[in-house]
């Protein structure tokens, strides 16, 4: 079965980076688009980047564009969020998710088939 393992978030002061990891396993991902999700309290679920796993091409929200980057090693099943100049609205839980839509980058958490279990991002000031 499908599991993508996340790991990386914490604690990071306010201009500081951070790199989140998402291991995937249970299928072949090359026909996935890969995707990051973030949800601070409450019930929103933002779209934060996403990657196609075969042709690495990819999609980063407006907010986060120029700061992070997403990135993938196809030998080792593992997706990245690279997060540089991190500010205190970037505080969440982030998310992986795997969407099985081939070519075309989805951006609702709708469109995503699974999920990881979530790591903390906590940005201080």
């Known amino acids: 079965q499908v599991q993508l393992v996340e790991s990386g978030g914490g604690l990071v002061q306010a201009g500081g980076s951070l790199r989140l990891s998402c291991a995937a396993s249970?299928?072949?991902?090359?026909?996935?688009?890969m995707g990051w999700f973030r949800q601070a309290p409450g019930p929103e679920r933002e779209f934060v980047a996403a990657?196609?796993?075969?042709?690495?091409?990819?999609l980063l929200a407006e907010s986060v564009k120029g700061r992070f980057t997403i990135s993938r090693d196809n030998a080792k099943n593992t997706v990245y969020l690279q997060m540089n100049s991190v500010k205190p609205e970037d505080t969440a839980e982030y998310f992986c998710a795997a969407a099985f839509s081939g070519h075309i980058i989805v951006t609702g958490a709708s469109d995503y088939d699974y999920w990881g279990q979530g790591t903390q991002v906590t940005v201080s000031s």
């Open positions: 249970g299928r072949p991902f090359s026909n996935s688009v």
């Open positions: 990657i196609t796993w075969h042709g690495g091409r990819t």
